[in-house]
Nanobody
Framework: VQLQASGGGLVQAGGSLRLSCAAS????????VGWFRQAPGKAREFVAA????????YYADSVKVRFTISRDRAKNTLYLQMDSLKPEDTAVYYC??????????????????WGQGTQVTVSS
């Protein structure tokens, strides 16, 4: 599965961005899919995900309510709508797909396929 992330950019605090992750070579609905982010000097961290066996969504506490993960099965594309952005949301955002089970959904080890990352910068 190849993943292509896009939609990052520079936005002021309180603004919004929508990230997209287009998949090819596989069907996203067959996988657990999610978004992670990595800020400079920090470890990659979980942001949001769908589990492959249900339609439930899972979020990091730091983005709950402000971010929304969604997918378009017809377009085989994953999205991350980010609202009320804060400077601490600044990071490279990565989409990922894999066979993660519930216990590994929030861990990078649960995902075998990764997009190239898209930079999100939130100015104060």
């Amino acid at each position: 599965v190849q993943l292509q992330a896009s939609g990052g950019g520079l936005v002021q605090a309180g603004g919004s961005l929508r990230l997209s992750c287009a998949a090819s070579g596989g069907t996203l609905s067959s996988y657990s899919v999610g978004w992670f982010r990595q800020a400079p000097g920090k470890a990659r961290e979980f942001v949001a995900a769908f589990h492959r066996s249900n339609s439930n969504t899972y979020y990091a506490d730091s983005v709950k309510v402000r971010f929304t993960i969604s997918r378009d099965r017809a377009k085989n594309t994953l999205y991350l709508q980010m609202d009320s952005l804060k400077p601490e949301d600044t990071a490279v955002y990565y989409c990922a797909a894999g066979r993660a089970i519930l216990s590994s959904l929030r861990s990078a080890e649960g995902y075998a396929y990764w997009g190239q990352g898209t930079q999100v910068t939130v100015s104060s």
